[in-house]
Structure formats: C-alpha cells, structure tokens
C-alpha cells in the first residue's frame, strides 16, 4: 500500500508464497488399513523417498497433519474413527483416497465394508488400483502440489463456507431413525415411517432404536 | 478313548432321549441332539466324558437348502484333551423361536462364541452373561450371515453422517 499498489496485487503475491510453503511442506496423516499401507510405506522408504517432494513427515498424531492418505478399506466401525480424525486435522487440509478400496469398497462389496469414502468424507484425489504403485502416489502428491498453488489462499478464503463448530459428538454415530432391513436396498435403507411397502418386522427391530 | 457308540447309548439312557442320532462323515463323528436335550446332552459330554474343551460354537442357515426341514443348525465342536478324541454336536432351530440354553456355565470359551453366532444369525443364547453383538457396531439392525440377507446394495453401512469440505 505504500507503494501504491493495488490491494489485490499485495494479497496475491502473499497467497502465492503461502501456496509455495504449504505445497512443499505437506504433512500426512497415514490411515492405512489394509495392503495399501505397505505401498505407502514403500514410498516413504529410501527407494521411492516421498521426502524428495517434502511430504515425509509422517504424523500419527491428526492434530500435526495437514495430508490425510486413506490407505486401505474402511469398515462401517472404522467410519467414525476416520470421519473424527479428519475433523482433528487443522486447516488447511486434504485427503488423498489411495486405492481401490478407499476409492469405491474395492471387491469388497460386502455389509460391513463402506463403497467409498468420498461419500462420508471431501476427497480430493483419487488414486486407482490395487495397490497402486509408489509412482501413482508420488504422482497425486504432485497433482495435489498443483492443486493447492493454484486454488489456495494465505487467509483460508477457500474454506469461508464452513459456518459452525462441528464435532462428532454433536452428530449421532448411528441413525436414531428406524432402518429398514432386509428391504429395499436400491436406493436407501432409512425411511420412515414404515409403510406397507416397508414394513419394519418386530423382530428386526433393535432395542436401542425402538426406544427413539 | 471312548466308543462313541457307548457314548450314544449313554446319553440316551441318562437322558431319556431317544431321538438323539450319531452320524459320521469322513471320520466327523457328529451327534444330533434335539434343542431340549442339548444342554443336559453337552453338560454329561463335558463331565462324564472328558469332553473338557469347546472349540467351535457355530450356526447354518438352510434356507433355499433342498432338503432341510429346519432352518437353523447350530454346531458345537467339542475335544477330550487328555484322549485328542472330538465329537460334533449338532441342533435345530426354526423361526420364531431361536432361543438356545448358554453353555456359558460348562465352557467359558462359549462366552464370544455364542455372542458371535448372536451377532451373525440373531439366536439368542439365554443365561449368556452379556449377549450383545461382538464384531457388528451396535447400531446394526439385521443378521448378516442369514441367507435372506441381501448380498449387495447399499444396506446399513450408508447410515451416516456426511461431512462435507464446508463443514470439515
């Protein structure tokens, strides 16, 4: 300003150097379940050496990352450990989906098993395969660079929208609704009221939701 | 070791229990207790015979199954430590009404055992200390191993809260 510049060209070249530093310091959050871990881990051992790009410094701890990697398939228990641990991660922060399973349920396609993250949680890369290679990781670790200097901002204007404190105790872990099962499973299994069409069979019925 | 004929011909005259059967398949020796019967039938098992180890409690849905009359089959693997001998012990169950007397008080490995065949097959194991679901969240509404449940779909594991990027 007391050049004379703009405030927007003052602001702009400060969101660039925050990019910069953010984009080569990313910190991950490795939440590796199942075989994709092992690849995770093979690319932060000496072969493949993810600290040549800065994102070595992983942190078991949420509350010192800013790079969520879901590794691995996540089971409805593991769901809410996952969506808790995300809301821990300060801002700013993103998520890499690694995997087949992480991405889609994989060929897991069972009760227990969750067909894909993004549908509980904001993922903002998607790797395939199964494993994936070290290559495809180092890969979306670039894309995720790209990414974060092209669109991030020294003030977080990115995230403006969020509104309101939100912690998963505040939201309930289970449905209180009555869930309809085995019924129609095509599109969803919360509805109610029960209706002729779905009907809910007593004896289906578990003590804990007949009380709600 | 014990001829399992004798212990067949015991039990029935203990118990009183003619329907009690003894069938073997590729050297499975398995005894067929009628559900009233069952714990008497594994109570002597364990302390007439030395049957002092409870390897296995499982359960079979024969729905859609060709030639079953009865829905359920609940499955007992029993072994003699001190002669290596085992015995199956086997029971039927139809719907509504799937209660089992607990073998909690005979075996103390029926404790998770029983809870999980609770968990995967809704048979509800009366006189088990803590009968509550062990691998399944609690939230879960369904028995998953049962044949009627459906195989794909979205099902019990779409119940949950969406965190969106505003809101994370």
Redesign the interface.
């Given at each position: 300003m007391a050049l004379g510049l703009p405030e927007n060209v003052f602001i702009a070249n400060l969101d660039k150097l925050a990019n910069w530093v953010r984009a080569n310091s990313l910190w991950p959050m490795p939440f590796a379940t199942a075989c994709c871990g092992i690849e995770l881990m093979a690319v932060g051992a000496s072969r493949y050496d993810i600290a040549r790009f800065g994102a070595e410094v992983m942190r078991f701890s949420p509350r010192q990352c800013d790079l969520m990697i879901v590794a691995g398939r996540i089971v409805?228990?593991m769901?809410?450990v996952l969506?808790r641990i995300?809301?821990q991660m300060p801002e700013p922060k993103w998520c890499i989906s690694m995997g087949a399973c992480a991405c889609s349920g994989g060929v897991f396609?069972?009760?227990?098993?969750?067909?894909g993250i993004d549908?509980?949680?904001?993922v903002d890369l998607y790797i395939p395969g199964c494993p994936p290679r070290p290559e495809q990781l180092i890969q979306a670790v670039l894309d995720l660079q790209e990414q974060i200097k092209k669109t991030g901002t020294l003030t977080g204007r990115e995230?403006q929208?969020?509104?309101q404190l939100?912690t998963p105790h505040l939201?309930?872990?289970?449905?209180t609704d009555l869930?309809v099962?085995?019924g129609d499973?095509?599109?969803?299994?919360?509805r109610w009221p029960a209706d002729d069409k779905y009907p809910v069979h007593p004896?289906?019925?578990?003590p804990?939701?007949q009380d709600n | 070791m014990i001829a399992y004929h004798h212990i067949l011909e015991t039990l029935r005259r203990i118990t009183g229990c003619s329907h009690l059967e003894l069938r073997t398949f590729r050297d499975n020796v398995r005894l067929e207790v009628p559900r009233e019967y069952l714990y008497p039938v594994l109570q002597h098992l364990k302390e007439g015979f030395g049957f002092d180890m409870l390897i296995d409690i499982t359960a079979v849905d024969y729905l859609y199954y060709p030639d079953a009359r009865r829905r359920f089959g609940v499955i007992y693997c029993l072994l003699n430590t001190s002669t290596g001998q085992r015995l199956v012990v086997k029971t039927y169950l139809d719907e509504p009404d799937l209660h089992l007397p607990s073998v909690f008080p005979l075996w103390k490995a029926a404790d998770w055992l029983e809870r999980e065949v609770y968990d995967m097959f809704g048979i509800v194991f009366d006189g088990h200390p803590d009968l509550r679901r062990i691998l399944l969240p609690e939230s879960f509404a369904d028995y998953p191993l049962r044949k009627d449940y459906p195989l794909r779909g979205r099902g019990e594991r779409h119940n949950f809260p969406t965190l969106s990027r505003a809101e994370s």
């Open positions: 409805m228990k769901l809410p969506q995300w809301l396609d069972t009760y227990a098993v969750v067909q549908r509980f949680i904001p995230f929208r969020r509104t939100q939201r309930p872990a289970a449905p869930i099962a085995p499973y095509s599109t969803a299994t919360l004896s289906r019925r578990l804990l939701l | -």
